[in-house]
């Protein structure tokens, strides 16, 4: 499973538990950041977002201090659905419902082992489409 993973420096050090979890089952594509140096969230959710659209297999994940930044900057990309997301049963709403391709953590206001139950939630669920694809064809302006 190919995942583009990004952070800021809040979120570097769960983007790095992220990656060592779940390295047996993805191929991660790092966008960074790899220090608690201050940087800013755009970059990377950019980033990230550009290179999930460039592969629609793939799936997302970001993460800053409250997650609210990332998200609001990958969802300016049409075709991205990028899902706040702070409990395993979010998350996996965000698939079975919103079809998300972006998971957004914020890293400052969730355990990192509920962290990785959420991301292990939201890679273990599947869209369920009919009445949910017509609403995502909803979505785009
Ligand atoms: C960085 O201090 C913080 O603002 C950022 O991680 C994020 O929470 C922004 O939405």
Redesign the pocket.
Known sequence: MKIYIGS????VDLKALIKERFAEVCDFDDAGTFSHD?VD?PDFAHKVANDVLNNPQSLGILI???????AITANKHAGIRAALCWAPEISALAKQHNNANIIVL???FIESEVAIETVKSFFDATFEGGRHQRRIDKINI
Do not use: F, L, Q
Request: net charge neutral; glycine share 24%; charged share 10%.
């Open positions: 800021d420096h809040a979120g201050s969230y800053c201090g409250t997650g609210n930044g990332m914020p890293a400052r």
